[in-house]
């Protein structure tokens, strides 16, 4: 566990070049202005949980700069979730079977599969280590009941930190339902449920203590439903995506665990009741979301990863087992040279995918190059930190920006506050589609202006040709068809320089 422990922190330090994405420089706002007063929804907008944004503002906490502060404080939760992982998986089979299911996790989360620095710092994986101690405190409700409650309440962190997760507390349920008397799962389930609604209630009076309780409910909820309403892919086309994906990106795990739920069915049906439904359900959670975005797998990650890690001791002793017969020990082997096979796919896919970020560390490619390697296009991060430059060394600590793009992470990296209440969802404000179909754009407008008149931008950064799938005209049109905003622009900017595909304007001299 040890070697595991050095490996992960060598491929922590190795990625901690790695830029912010678009999703992280959003967080990253979180993490510069929590901590000076600004409340989540209120007056920084995500529809992510609370508990999640909060734990961005973490990072205030470490030295340094924003984004390697943001690395290491994922880093070490991670380092936190293997460990306890290990344990579990110890509890579960041997002290090999912790050890297995550990480094299995780290490949499941870690894998440049699910998309290498966007999916970094995502709900699904911060989540892991509250769901590893919901796991383990509904394997131990069996024996004691009391320990439910206490599932359910890190089953309610989980929702905290991502609404879908709180599955696990259904998978629980099946659980119970199906090793204990029937007595006896009503009692556990009558307790979880409590347990579950905790977190939440304290997030409730949290926020309407601050006179922000509708603002939650509007972020965390009533935004994701006209959010489906707008994907809403085929049903069918959903699943087909999902499975396809799951197989074709993770299969290594996906053979391990399948060779360890058999394993389970043979030897130990209690363990296969509880990480059966757990894989199950979680399985279902990414499905039922729709937008199938790559870290929507990590979901999925642990219950696999457990799996995979029990399969893999399993065929290793069954390999080893003097007792078997030599017709199951040739099969044990022939599996684990195919498990081989795959692990060397999947590594040399880790080798090509973080190796320029190796490269960048040792000073052997320029962060410019680097940067441009790893995302190419006009609107790479390269732009956004040479943007977040410039605007740090024109303005005082004290200045307000408005970034009319969809780089949000710009905020965060120049330290300059957004004068806006959308940093990320600009969207909302727009003529798009998803904007149209959610009641208030008007007021969002008007809200906006209110804010530019009483905290003037002391630059205005407009994207060029960024039209996206959520809004199928780029930047500058849509400031161009938002005409109180382009008058506004007009009378108070003018335009200082380019950056890339951002138009720079500065507010005139009074």
């Not at 009941?145 to 696990?168: D, E, H, Q, R, Y």
Request: aromatic fraction near 10%.
């Amino acid at each position: 566990m040890l070697a595991l422990a050095c490996l992960v922190t060598l491929v922590a330090v190795v990625r901690g070049v790695e830029p912010l994405g678009v999703d992280q420089g959003l967080f990253a706002c979180f993490t510069r202005w929590v901590p000076r007063g600004w409340l989540p929804y209120r007056d920084l907008f995500d529809s992510k949980p609370p508990l999640f944004l909060y734990s961005y503002a973490l990072a205030s906490l470490v030295p340094g700069d924003v984004v390697h502060a943001i690395w290491a404080v994922q880093a070490a939760i991670l380092l936190a979730a293997l460990f306890v992982a290990s344990r579990l998986g110890a509890r579960v089979g041997s002290r090999w079977t912790g050890v297995a299911f550990a480094a299995a996790l780290f490949v499941g989360l870690w894998s440049p599969a699910w998309g290498g620095f966007w999916s970094r710092g995502q709900a699904e994986e911060l989540l892991v280590l509250p769901m590893l101690g919901s796991a383990w405190l509904a394997w131990g409700a069996v024996e004691r009941p009391a320990l439910a409650a206490w599932a359910g309440v890190l089953a309610g962190v989980c929702g905290l930190f991502k609404i879908p997760s709180m599955a696990i507390g259904g998978a629980w349920i099946v659980t119970w339902a199906l090793t204990v008397p029937r007595a006896g799962a009503l009692r556990r389930v009558a307790l979880l449920a409590g347990g579950a609604a905790a977190p939440w209630l304290l997030a409730f009076a949290w926020f309407g203590a601050h006179g922000a309780l509708s603002d939650l409910v509007t972020g965390a909820f009533v935004y994701h439903r006209y959010n489906v309403a707008f994907i809403a892919p085929p049903w069918l086309d959903v699943v087909e995506d999902f499975t396809a994906t799951l197989v074709g990106r993770a299969p290594l795990l996906v053979a391990a665990a399948a060779m360890g739920l058999y394993a389970m069915a043979e030897r130990d049906a209690r363990a296969l009741r509880w990480v059966a439904p757990w894989l199950a359900l979680t399985m279902l959670a990414v499905v039922l979301q729709r937008q199938l975005a790559d870290y929507h797998y990590l979901l999925a990650m642990p219950a696999l990863a457990l799996a995979a890690g029990y399969g893999v001791v399993d065929r290793v002793e069954r390999a080893r087992s003097a007792a078997a017969a030599p017709r199951a020990r040739a099969i044990a082997g022939g599996m684990l040279v195919a498990l081989a096979a795959l692990l060397v796919r999947e590594a040399t896919g880790w080798a090509r995918a973080y190796g320029p970020d190796a490269a960048a560390l040792t000073g052997a490619m320029p962060r410019d190059a680097y940067l441009r390697r790893i995302q190419p296009g006009s609107f790479s991060m390269a732009t956004e930190e040479e943007a977040a430059r410039y605007v740090r060394d024109h303005t005082a600590p004290a200045d307000g920006v408005l970034v009319w793009g969809l780089s949000p992470g710009l905020y965060a990296l120049a330290d300059r506050h957004p004068c806006t209440r959308y940093p990320f969802h600009k969207i909302l404000m727009t003529d798009a589609p998803l904007s149209r179909m959610w009641p208030g754009l008007e007021q969002r407008r008007a809200e906006l202006l209110d804010r530019l008149r009483a905290d003037p931008p002391a630059y205005v950064l407009v994207g060029r040709d960024d039209a996206n799938g959520f809004e199928p005209e780029d930047s500058r049109s849509s400031m161009t068809r938002f005409e109180p905003l382009r008058a506004l622009l007009e009378r108070d900017y003018h335009r200082e320089t380019e950056i890339g595909r951002f138009l720079v304007l500065r507010r005139n001299a009074r």
